[in-house]
């Protein structure tokens, strides 16, 4: 069955050919949407159906692809135009009403109402978009009033015959990330062949059977090349637009947590090690060890604090050098457990009458585990003082040439779940992580950097709270939220000092002396020691300069 409008003859007695099953996973991913990644919101394909058929006949084929795949996908359906004014093929198969999208003379070689034909769409696009793709359409790059598609899906597609039709509706390459299903015994195989080459960045699937909509049953590199670029595309759209992620109300957050733990079956236990992963996962992403290495954990009474000494335990076996102040601590196994594994780690627990009035000259990183989304009030003794501390690190930067980075846990502490800094005597973190969807007050976060963390919501707690939250790169345990800040270039600058090289320094064997430069470089702690430039000068006086990456020595 040609859905691509501009040809005749669908073939219906046979209308679908197999595309086997391991595709259909891949199509999934094409459409960027693994389960947790039901992210921002589905991609949206306007469909356009084939030659004298209909909006709901194409519904009907393309509805008998895996149920796993569509509902993956905002797939909406138009009618052409026009009635059909004519015979259909598929008449006493599907029922009638029939249209067309414009007419062609019996040679495919003129058309008529193409151009209204292309207003029409672009119309029905502006008013009921926005749309990422068009599945069906091969004339995409023709619409020029709507914001250019990113995705083609071209089922059994083709090039007009007419040059002059041809030259509108594929007038400049096609640029876009384009898949096309191409049909072994599909009488207009030849065509679609040349659309492909119109193609700037095309996918091709080969099907056995001819013009018709595939059903998708196994797997191909080439959806799976079409699907992570797909992916590619709609995460880095997705993570550069903050304003589009959910947030949760403080009752919501209490609901999930309900939820995951009574019949989605999690313990606490499991969520708190994944939330205090990603919460050390977000730290080491942006605060290297090498430079911050001193980190204080403040933890609080409820899971917010389980959840800041789990995070301590991660940042000990990632290198950094953690420190605990649990100053009320609930004696739950849980708790205990926690408490156990840091001691036996030999992380130093903190009381509050140990900490230095000033926290900047003993860490670098603190952590912010004291109040998560069941805080309430005005915090009480002895978490006032604690949140005063940090809140006055910033007094005292200009004592210490480093401050110490503040790290807050799901919520900065000291603010309204939902409104924010509402006291404006909360903790002004420099990174928020915030924990299976960020709650509303984090709309109110200004610092550098928004991270998300919790890689455990599964799709029924997305469905049902609508959420719209970035998908986690690779195998990582937490995911940037905006953009990351603006680095200033010239801070990046080192200078680099050295001795002088004199001739007479420079030893006989050019072997030997790479070997004590390369035990130099490896010294100085520099990060590639094994790449470096050579540098040398001609006769004629020229200087060159290779890169050179040492692999064997
Ligand atoms: N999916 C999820 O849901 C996951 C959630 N996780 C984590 O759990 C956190 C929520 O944990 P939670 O419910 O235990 O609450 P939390 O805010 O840590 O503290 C409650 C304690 O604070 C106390 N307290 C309250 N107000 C106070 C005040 N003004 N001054 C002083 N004390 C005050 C309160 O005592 P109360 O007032 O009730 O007597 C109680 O003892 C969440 O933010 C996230 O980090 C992850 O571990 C895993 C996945
Ligand atoms: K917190």
Redesign the pocket.
């Known amino acids: 069955m040609a859905i691509n409008f501009c040809f005749p003859k669908p073939q219906v007695s046979q209308p679908f050919s197999y595309i086997n099953s391991p595709d259909r996973e891949e199509i999934h991913k094409f459409c960027n949407m693994g389960s947790e990644a039901e992210i921002l919101r589905k991609p949206r394909f306007l469909c356009l159906h084939g030659f004298r058929t209909s909006g709901e006949i194409l519904k009907t084929q393309v509805h008998k692809w895996p149920e796993s795949v569509l509902q993956k996908l905002d797939l909406v359906y138009l009618d052409a135009p026009f009635p059909s004014q004519g015979k259909s093929d598929v008449e006493g198969i599907f029922d009638p009403p029939y249209y067309e999208w414009f007419q062609f003379n019996k040679e495919f070689s003129e058309y008529t109402n193409f151009d209204e034909c292309l207003a029409y769409i672009e119309d029905f696009m502006i008013k009921n978009g926005p749309f990422d793709g068009l599945l069906g359409f091969s004339q995409g790059v023709a619409l020029t009033k709507v914001p250019k598609i990113k995705f083609l899906i071209i089922i059994g597609g083709a090039m007009f015959k007419s040059p002059s039709v041809a030259e509108k509706a594929y007038s400049s390459p096609v640029k876009c990330t384009s898949l096309h299903f191409l049909g072994k015994t599909d009488f207009l195989k030849e065509y679609g062949m040349e659309l492909l080459k119109k193609c700037v960045d095309p996918v091709v699937i080969h099907h056995p059977k001819g013009h018709t909509i595939p059903r998708l049953v196994r797997s191909s590199p080439s959806i799976r090349s079409f699907s992570s670029k797909l992916g590619e595309s709609n995460t880095t759209a997705r993570m550069q637009n903050p304003e589009s992620i959910s947030h949760l109300t403080q009752r919501e957050?209490?609901e999930?947590?309900e939820i995951?733990m009574g019949p989605l079956g999690f313990s606490?236990d499991q969520?708190?090690e994944?939330?205090?992963l990603s919460v050390a996962s977000s730290i080491a992403e942006v605060y290297k060890p090498g430079e911050y290495s001193r980190v204080l954990a403040i933890c609080?009474?409820?899971?917010?604090?389980?959840?800041g000494l789990v995070a301590a335990r991660h940042l000990h076996h990632f290198g950094y050098k953690p420190f605990v102040c649990y100053p009320?601590r609930?004696q739950k196994p849980l708790y205990n457990g926690l408490v156990t594994q840091l001691e036996s780690l030999s992380v130093p627990f903190l009381s509050v009458e140990d900490l230095p009035v000033d926290l900047s000259g003993d860490f670098d990183i603190l952590v912010d585990?004291m109040?998560?989304?069941?805080?309430?009030?005005?915090?009480?003794p002895p978490?006032?003082d604690l949140i005063q501390k940090l809140v006055q690190l910033r007094n005292f930067a200009q004592n210490h040439p480093k401050s110490p980075v503040i790290v807050s846990?799901?919520?900065p502490s000291g603010w309204h779940v939902e409104e924010g800094d509402v006291s404006g005597e909360g903790v002004k973190p420099d990174m928020l992580v915030s924990?299976?969807a960020p709650?509303l007050c984090a709309k109110k976060f200004t610092g550098p950097h928004h991270f998300l963390g919790?890689r455990f919501v599964p799709p029924s707690i997305m469905d049902k709270f609508k959420l719209h939250l970035p998908p986690y790169p690779g195998t990582s345990m937490c995911v940037r939220i905006g953009k990351p800040p603006q680095i200033d270039i010239s801070a990046l600058r080192q200078n680099y000092i050295s001795p002088e090289l004199l001739e007479e320094q420079v030893v006989a064997d050019p072997i030997e002396q790479f070997r004590k430069w390369f035990d130099d470089a490896l010294a100085a702690g520099l990060r590639e020691p094994n790449a470096m430039a050579l540098s040398t000068v001609g006769k004629d006086g020229k200087p060159y300069v290779g890169s050179l990456f040492a692999i064997h020595c």
Do not use: C, E
């Open positions: 957050a209490a999930v947590d995951l606490v969520l708190m994944l939330a205090g609080g009474p409820g899971n917010n604090g389980g959840d009320k609930t585990a109040f998560g989304f069941s805080f309430h009030g005005s915090p009480r978490f006032d846990v799901d919520i924990l299976t709650k919790g």
